[in-house]
Nanobody, 117 residues
Framework: QVQLVESGGGLVQPGGSLRLSCAAS????????MGWYRQAPGKHRELVAH???????NYAEPVKGRFTISEINAKNTVYLQMNNLKPEDTAVYYC???????????WGEGTLVTVSS
């Protein structure tokens, strides 16, 4: 059984920072990629940032220059550093893992990020 444990969401004022973490555990062996998606009320889920096993990263245009995704560490954990947060960043953020062992796509339960004054 693969488990994804997310943490780090919360309420922050515009211009503030948060760091999200996602750890893939349980029966998760090696991973091909990990990433973060978000879903705001009334909108579709969208990619925020993504990192492959060999360190290649990809960011959604609205977060470039503000968000940074870490490399996948030996414990299959990845971090998303979010700086200069804006109200439009408010959403539920979901961790995604593309697993190799076992193969498949895995999702976390989501963590809420609220940016408001």
């Amino acid at each position: 059984q693969v488990q994804l444990v997310e943490s780090g969401g919360g309420l922050v004022q515009p211009g503030g920072s948060l760091r999200l973490s996602c750890a893939a555990s349980g029966s998760m062996g090696s991973v091909g990629a990990m990433g973060w998606y978000r879903q705001a009320p009334g909108k579709h889920r969208e990619l925020v940032a993504h990192v492959t096993y060999d360190g290649n990263t990809n960011y959604a245009e609205p977060v470039k220059g503000r968000f940074t995704i870490s490399e996948i560490n030996a414990k299959n954990t990845v971090y998303l550093q979010m700086n200069n947060l804006k109200p439009e960043d408010t959403a539920v953020y979901y961790c995604h893992v593309n697993g190799w062992v076992p193969p498949g796509d895995y999702w976390g339960e989501g963590t809420l990020v609220t940016v408001s004054s």
